[in-house]
C-alpha cells in the first residue's frame, strides 16, 4: 500500500516537471492568440465549426476583421471527393472519400505563422445496391465526421504556434 503512494506521489512529480498539461475543456487546448479571424464564408460548415472549436477553448475571440485579429485563418482550398472501386461486372463495390483541405495562418502583418498545410483525410465506405439511401446517409455521416477530424487537426496546428 505505502509503495503504491510513493509511485503515484513520484509519477505526479515527474509528470509535473516535464511540463506535462492537461488539455482545457472539452479536450481542448488553448490558443496562444487573443483574437484570430477565420478566412471561411460564415455560411460554411466547416467554418462554424471551426469556429465553436475556437470559442471554447478558452480565452481566444474569433473577430470579423482581420486586421483586428493576431492569426488570420486562409482557407486556400476545400475538396471533397470520391473514388468508386468496381467488380468484375463493373458494378460499384466500394467508395473511397477523400476530403482535402489546404491552409495556412498569418499575422495582419502578412507574415506567415504557419506556411500552407494540407490535410487530407480519407474513408472506405462499402456499397450495396440494395441498400442506396441507406449508404448516401453514411457517406454524409463519413463526412461529417472527417469535418469534426479536420477541425480537430487545425486546432491543434493552432494551439502550437508561436505569435510574432
Known sequence: ?????????????????????????????????????????????LGAELRRNIRASGETTVVSDPKAAQAIVEVLSETRDMAILLNAQGRPREHTLYYKLRFRVTNPKGAELLAPTEITLKRDLSFNEAQAIAKEKEEEMLYRDMQTDLVQQIMRRLAVLKPV
Open 1 to 45: 500500500m505505502k509503495r503504491r503512494a510513493v509511485l503515484a506521489m513520484t509519477s505526479a512529480l515527474a509528470l509535473s516537471a516535464c511540463g506535462f498539461q492537461l488539455r482545457g475543456a472539452n479536450g481542448q487546448a488553448n490558443l496562444p492568440f487573443k483574437t484570430i479571424y477565420i478566412g471561411v464564408p460564415e455560411t460554411s460548415q
